[in-house]
């Protein structure tokens, strides 16, 4: 699917990939859910995130964590303040050790509440997007606190982007497994 340019797009495809997500999740074989993610034999999966998750719940709740991230973010269009997006002490560079943060807080959780908190967060950030014009959404510069870019391209982030990332992860899982 191509990256979203309006708002309407940006809608049909973060409510799109989550349902394929929901789905791919529902239909998950007994292998792919009692053995952990491990993806130390493929040498092409050099990225942090690889190693970090262990199970779909480490997944999901990092896709929460970062929704909510955003909807702490867009409280900067209700009370003009210019909060960053990251947490305190993060930047772009360091983000990925944010994500470590995320991992440790969220080993409690089980998949049932993990799954519930992203159902959520999702219909969250939905009712929040919906609130956006499509000027707001897409044109950069709109909101200062943004950064120069356009707020759209967060929702697109924490929503269909970051979805399709979880059905990758999920698949080269299922793939690892020989299922």
Known sequence: ???PRNKQELME?????YEKLMSLIEKR???????SYDFSADEKKKE???RRD?????VIMHLNEWQLLLLEWIKNREDGSNRPFLMEGYNWKTYGDMNLIFYKRCQTISEGEALERLADSHKRVMEALDTFTQEELFTNTYYPWVGGSCIGGYFISVTSSHYDWAMK???AHK????A
């Open 54 to 58: 262990k199970n779909l719940r480490d």
């Open 169 to 171: 992860k999920m698949k």
């Open 48 to 50: 942090a995130h690889w």
């Open 175 to 178: 793939k690892a497994l020989g």
């Open 1 to 3: 699917m191509a990256r």
């Open 13 to 17: 495809a973060a409510n799109l990939n």
């Open 29 to 35: 074989t007994d292998a792919e859910k009692d053995n």
